[in-house]
């Protein structure tokens, strides 16, 4: 089994910065990639960013000038910095990893979400 846990999600002032990580752990034969999704409140789940083991990035438009993904592939781990944060970045982000669980079995797990709320 895949475990995915998401971290760093808070209460942050507009214009702040916030860097949200994301583990995988378990039985993982191998990353193919990672990714950042965003839930806001009575709107569908929406990609934000996508990194692949090998660092290869896609940004949905809305995002891509001002937040930016990262791996560590030792950690299993990716980050989303976001920064010049807006009040409409408030959502629940979660993280998903596309990985192989086995030489041939690929599978996507996801996290539970971590709130970010831009407020003064």
């Known amino acids: 089994q895949v475990q995915v846990v998401e971290s760093g999600g808070g209460l942050v002032q507009p214009g702040g910065s916030l860097r949200l990580s994301c583990a995988a752990s378990?039985?993982?034969?191998?990353?193919?990639?990672m990714g950042w999704y965003r839930q806001a409140p009575g709107k569908e789940r929406e990609l934000v960013a996508t990194?692949?083991?090998?660092?290869?990035?896609s940004y949905a438009d809305s995002w891509k000038d001002r937040f930016t993904i990262s791996i560590d592939n030792g950690k299993k781990t990716v980050y989303l910095q976001m920064s010049s944060l807006k009040p409409e970045d408030t959502a629940v982000y979660y993280c998903?990893?596309?990985?192989?669980?086995?030489?041939?079995?690929?599978?996507?797990?996801w996290g539970q979400g971590t709130q970010v709320t831009i407020s003064s």
């Open positions: 378990g039985t993982i034969f191998r990353i193919n990639a």
């Open positions: 998903n990893a596309d990985v192989n669980v086995s030489r041939v079995g690929r599978r996507v797990f």
């Open positions: 990194i692949t083991s090998g660092s290869s990035t």
